[in-house]
């Protein structure tokens, strides 16, 4: 009979969608998360930065801001060591572009989280709508150049996209 008991809960936990939050705090991060992207990845990171429950929607678009801010360095950093490392000039100047854009990504992801932390979210959502462009374009400068960058910038754009998405409903 224990063994029937701890199967069950071992099945249970297998379908139910792991949350760290309440009920309030689920709904805000389907909402985030419902045209993202990556609900996986959506779920997953907000779920993992989460502050103590109940969370409002001011403070899980700040916390999604701040995780795309720290993303956002994280990869600028990345395109910098292999732009310093990389010894064919044209390959190099293709990272020049790519490391371009990150900080006018960078620039904006700064100003939308200074926006947020004034409660001016109208502001922090045009800012972030400068952001998708430069992936992008990133994304093609180096197309199929250095694979890592390609999932580095597909998640960036999911970050984005969170974002978005959370300061459109204040």
């Given at each position: 009979m224990k063994t029937l008991s701890s199967l069950f809960v071992i099945v249970v936990a297998l379908f139910l969608r792991p949350s760290l939050g309440d009920k309030q705090t689920d709904d805000l991060i389907n909402k985030v998360c419902a045209f993202a992207g990556d609900d996986s990845f959506c779920r997953g990171i907000?779920?993992?930065?989460?502050?103590?429950?109940?969370?409002?929607l001011p403070a899980l678009t700040r916390v999604t801001l701040s995780l795309s801010l720290s993303f956002t360095r994280e990869t600028l950093a990345f395109i910098e060591k292999v732009e310093a490392?990389?010894?064919?000039?044209?390959?190099?100047?293709r990272y020049y572009w790519c490391r371009i854009n990150y900080i006018k990504v960078l620039s904006n992801m700064q100003t939308a989280e200074y926006n947020s932390r004034r409660n001016e979210f109208d502001s922090m959502v045009a800012t972030l709508l400068l952001c998708s462009q430069p992936i992008k374009q990133c994304?093609?400068?180096i197309a199929g150049l250095l694979p890592p960058m390609k999932e580095k910038n597909?998640?960036?754009?999911?970050?984005?996209?969170m974002g978005l998405n959370a300061g459109t409903y204040l």
């Open positions: 907000l779920n993992k930065n989460l502050p103590s429950p109940p969370v409002d490392e990389e010894k064919r000039l044209g390959v190099r100047q994304q093609t400068a597909r998640l960036m754009l999911v970050l984005l996209e």
